[in-house]
């Protein structure tokens, strides 16, 4: 066996228009070794497993496999070379069956030519029982869950033989418990001698799974930390070159509380629940529960956008009829949905649009000076929230993930709502934007806001929340206040669970 690193890249130059995404970039991975490749949304992470998983050529630079030089021109040269790329938005066709995904593109035939189901499905079989994956070779993809389908995915890397698996934010719309088994799974891969570059912002996960962390700042590489060093603070420190003070914001305003009161709320997905409460003025209500509790159901039915659900709503002494989007937007009350990519940005359209856009009427004065404040309203969000981008008027398709993410926020951000909804706010978003996004919360609270931020994101969640309601098939389980916000208390109301802590929700 050869003693060279399974791989290199070396001086690995990339430009895009008006952006050098990455200006000399080396990485190595040994053999059986978790790479963890961290950085700030926009500093080159996805675009340098592009370059390995043959999706874009690289204009310099060079990468060897065990030393020896390779050209990767398109995916297929990637996966002969034994790379496997599981992308944050799953490669997998639904209206077939588990076994028909595993080996799509390569079937074994028989003599005749035909495909050989039998083979498939025999095959399928020990990569589910090796990955613990509780389902039939014979499901259709569209009957499992998000992390059953990035499972098979993970299953089709295996039965490839793979050697380097990439996997590029695999927990960012995982269950606690799905991320859980998804990074014990990363370790076993390990210890089974194949290497994995793991990509994330839950520096959390880096932690538990990373034998070396490898930082990119600005397209370039600022530093790598061997398992000894890894901490929280060091990666952060070599992600923003300088130190994070006051993560969590403190308030210290008081509250008015039965503010803002929802009463049967319900959403087509959970008919036959309803769910009411009050939140304070001044206050951040956090909404916890598992995937698929009916969080982001009912934040839509309350604005307006479950045609077959609804809510009777009132902003202090107001009643406010809410039968259409537009109706909640004309009482300032906003929701920044939690798929942002398809349902908050307008790709074609440029950063600047996509953040003055439903704030047109602000800007309609006269053509002229409304150009002017909209790039000025622009620029100062783009500054605020650290959005890296070649200017306002850079096509918002092009940003990197998180970037995108951070002009979907920056553009209800700029209203004056009175209530707004947050649907998983800071999903793929990196601890620099994180803390600037929990201040700006804190600033719209303190200034008389209700701030209902939907999270499964633990820790935030914990931070973040004045007070904490648990939601559990379609109801809240419970309301814990301030003192009675742990993790236990929240996975109990999470799964249904009674405790005595709990407060009803008004
Ligand atoms: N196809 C493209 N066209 C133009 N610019 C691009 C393209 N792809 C990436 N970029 C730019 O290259 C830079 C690096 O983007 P990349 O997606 O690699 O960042 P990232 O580290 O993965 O960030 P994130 O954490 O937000 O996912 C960004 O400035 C991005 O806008
Ligand atoms: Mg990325």
Redesign the pocket.
Same mark, same amino acid.
């Given at each position: 066996m050869s003693t060279k690193p399974l791989l290199s890249m070396l001086g690995i130059y990339?430009r895009?228009? *008006?952006?050098?995404? $990455?200006d000399s970039v080396s990485l190595e991975v040994g053999r059986g070794e978790v790479v963890a490749l961290c950085?700030?949304?926009?500093? *080159?992470?996805?675009? $340098?497993?592009?370059i390995l998983g043959g999706v874009?050529q690289p204009d310099e630079g060079s990468i060897q496999i065990e030393g020896r030089p390779v050209s990767i021109e398109d995916v297929t040269d990637a996966m002969g070379l034994g790379v496997a790329f599981i992308h944050?938005e799953l490669n997998v066709l639904e209206n077939l069956d588990v076994a028909s995904n595993v080996f799509l593109g390569r079937e074994p035939r028989t003599a005749l030519g035909l495909v050989d189901n039998a083979k498939i499905h025999a095959n399928t079989l020990p990569l589910l029982r090796r990955l613990g994956l509780e389902v039939s070779s014979r499901t259709r993809l569209d009957r499992l869950s998000l992390a059953q389908q990035q499972m098979v995915e993970i299953a089709k890397a295996l039965s490839l033989n793979s050697r380097l698996i990439i996997m590029?934010?695999p927990t960012s719309s995982l269950t606690l418990q799905e991320t859980d088994r998804l990074l014990s799974l990363v370790v076993e891969l390990r210890n089974q001698g194949v290497s994995v570059v793991y990509?994330s912002?839950r520096l959390g996960e880096v932690d538990r799974i990373a034998d070396r962390v490898v930082v990119?700042r600005d397209?370039k590489n600022a530093g790598a930390l061997e398992r000894s060093a890894i901490s929280h603070d060091r990666i952060v420190g070599l992600m923003v070159g300088r130190e994070i003070k006051s993560f969590y914001q403190e308030s210290h305003i008081p509250k008015v509380p039965g503010y803002f009161k929802v009463r049967n709320a319900r959403s087509s997905r959970y008919p036959a629940a309803t769910v009411s409460f009050d939140a304070a003025r001044g206050e951040i209500l956090g909404f916890a529960g598992l995937v698929g509790a009916g969080r982001s159901e009912i934040a839509k039915a309350i604005v307006g956008l479950d045609e077959q659900g609804g809510a009777e709503v009132s902003i202090g002494e107001e009643r406010v009829a809410i039968h259409s989007a537009r109706d909640a937007i004309a009482s300032r009350i906003y929701l920044v949905p939690e798929d942002r990519r398809s349902e908050g940005l307008v790709a074609p359209m440029s950063v600047r649009e996509n953040i003055t856009l439903p704030s047109l009427g602000r800007f309609s004065s006269c053509f002229l000076i409304r150009r002017d404040r909209e790039r000025r309203v622009a620029r100062e969000q783009i500054e605020s929230l650290n959005i890296?981008?070649?200017g306002t008027e850079?096509?918002v398709?092009?940003?990197?993930?998180?970037?995108?993410?951070k002009v979907v926020l920056a553009k209800w951000l700029s209203l004056d709502p009175r209530v707004m909804i947050l649907d998983e706010p800071t999903r793929?978003?990196?601890v620099g934007a994180k803390a600037e996004i929990y201040r700006l919360m804190r600033v719209l609270a303190d200034g008389g806001g209700v701030i209902l931020m939907i999270s499964s994101d633990m820790e935030e969640v914990l931070h973040v929340s004045d007070r904490i309601a648990v939601m559990h098939e379609g109801r809240i389980s419970g309301l814990l206040e301030r003192p009675d916000c742990t993790e236990e208390n929240i996975m109990n109301l999470a799964v249904g669970k009674p405790i005595s802590a709990a407060k009803p929700a008004c």
């Open positions: 990339k895009f228009p *008006g952006v050098i995404a $990455l950085g700030e949304n926009g500093a *080159g992470k996805s675009t $340098l497993m592009k874009y944050q590029d934010e990509i912002h990119l397209g890296k981008t070649p850079a096509r398709v092009n940003l990197s993930g998180g970037n995108q993410q793929g978003i990196d």
